[in-house]
């Protein structure tokens, strides 16, 4: 097991891992921006080196500056956390280069999955049911129109190095496609400095549903079940929970039968996420894949008895994963996820200051995680999440019931959350009865706002 870790990110996985870490018996150091000074997950790090300004760009993102301080500390291994720099490629390379473990998968890999229609045509190659769409980048606006006339309308054009929703248009008409193909393109460039598109089969009322999977580095793959993450506004994901309704035995056999095949196949190790759409008919096609921890991996945990960050730190010390898992993974209950987000609750618009009072919701199957305290300063340079709340019941209407029992004495004052939404939504009957698809957010704000 690693002497030191440096944990190369903020909030609250900053703290997560450092928990872990501190279980283990791992010496943790912290790197924070000057706005992050006063953060939790600076006092208890062991060590804790500032990096920058407040801006990502000039912090967090300073590959530079997170190496130098790994350097001076003096650490074995980095853990990115998720967002910020746990998919670029070159870190993880740069990581390599400098002697210092990257606790995730190969650069190669994590550049191979971060290009979609990449990651696309290897799932493909390996099997993997895809949406119909094109063979690579498509060329032009009059390649895009081939496509779309081949594929069948709706079709919906995405970002070859995108993420977020960003750079991705729905195509319902010959006639829409040149104005939506430019405005696509344009947007991708300006986002990720690439403007190249591929084209899919757009499904209209999809769910949204990801397979946890962990790699050894001896070639051994698990999938840890599934997460339904069909709660979202403009691709941000707001609730996730596992196991999903939706998900039969039968199907969950398959995906784990094909995804331990196709990751042994690419040389994946680590922790992953997998995530698919499900169309009405119930068939489930790849979209992509996170390279990382995800935002969301507290359900899989509560469901399964699996700490994933200790399991990411164990691969990556060279463990395998039989010494990790149990000797049979099964689902255990039912558990939610409600992102609490600093935003105002109608009107999205970010909410930064002074939190002047912060009460935890508690007792049993109820889990917090969160860098926030009373008297703490949200600040306005970084995404908005400032809690992720997470219940565990024997059943998903027992799990229902916790999450609207923690909702209700989750105190958070001085800056606006996402909390009156949360319970707003659990009021919801088709959410109750786990009737719902990704575009469940549209009609129920639009319900909302009537």
């Known amino acids: 097991m690693f002497r030191k870790v440096l944990i190369a990110n903020r909030g609250e996985i900053a703290l997560r891992v450092i928990n872990a870490c501190k279980e283990m018996g791992v010496r943790t150091v912290a790197v924070y921006s000057e ?45 990115p956390g998720y967002g910020l720099l746990s998919e670029n490629a070159n870190f993880a390379e740069v990581c390599r280069a400098s002697n210092i473990k990257f ?31 094109s063979d690579g980048v498509v060329a032009d606006e009059a390649d895009a129109l081939h496509w779309a006339k081949k594929v069948g309308y709706p079709v919906i054009l995405k970002a070859k190095a995108g993420g977020g929703g960003r750079g991705m248009r729905i195509v319902r008409t010959p006639e829409e496609l040149p104005n939506l193909y430019h405005s696509a393109s344009t947007e991708a460039a300006n986002a990720f400095g690439n403007g190249e598109l591929y084209m899919e089969k ?13 790699a050894d580095e001896h070639g051994n793959v698990a999938t840890l079940f599934e997460r339904e993450c069909s709660i979202q506004r403009r691709h941000q994901k707001l609730i996730e929970e596992a196991p999903s309704l939706q998900v039969t035995p039968k199907i969950r056999q398959e995906i ?80 939610i996820e409600c992102r609490i987000n600093a935003e105002h609750p109608v009107k999205f ?66 800056i606006e959350t996402s909390i009156p939404l949360h319970q707003e939504i659990f009021q919801n009957e088709d959410f109750r009865h786990g009737v719902f698809d990704t575009k469940f957010m549209e009609r129920f704000l639009a319900a909302r706002n009537s």
């Open 35 to 79: 706005a992050d000074r006063n953060s939790l997950h600076v006092r208890f790090a062991d060590e804790a080196i500032c990096i920058g300004p407040p801006r990502p760009a000039d912090s967090y993102l300073n590959v530079p500056a997170v190496i130098s301080a790994a350097e001076i500390a003096d650490v074995d291994a980095i853990h």
């Open 103 to 133: 606790i995730g998968p190969p650069p190669e890999v994590t550049r191979l999955m971060g290009e979609k229609e990449k990651a696309r045509q290897a799932m493909k190659k390996a099997k993997v049911p895809i949406l119909p769409g």
């Open 202 to 214: 757009f499904i209209e009322r999809p769910r949204h549903i990801e397979f946890q999977v962990l």
């Open 256 to 335: 784990d039968h094909t995804l331990r095949r196709c990751l042994t196949e690419i040389g994946y190790h680590n922790a992953g996420t997998i995530e698919f759409l499900m169309d009405e008919d119930g068939s489930i096609y790849f979209i992509e894949m996170n390279t990382r921890i995800q935002v969301e991996h507290p359900v899989t945990e509560l469901i399964t008895g699996v700490d994933l960050v200790k399991a990411q730190l164990r691969i990556a010390s060279g463990e395998k994963l039989s010494d990790i898992l149990p000797a049979k993974l099964e689902i255990r209950g039912h558990a």
């Open 349 to 414: 618009t970010p909410s930064a200051g002074k939190i002047t009072a912060f009460n935890v919701p508690g007792f049993n199957g109820v889990r917090v995680d969160t860098a926030q305290y009373a008297e703490g300063v949200v600040p306005p340079y970084y995404d908005s999440l400032i809690a992720k709340l997470i219940v565990h019941g024997n059943t998903r209407a027992e799990a229902i019931a916790k999450m609207e029992r923690a909702l209700s004495q989750f105190v958070v004052q001085g």
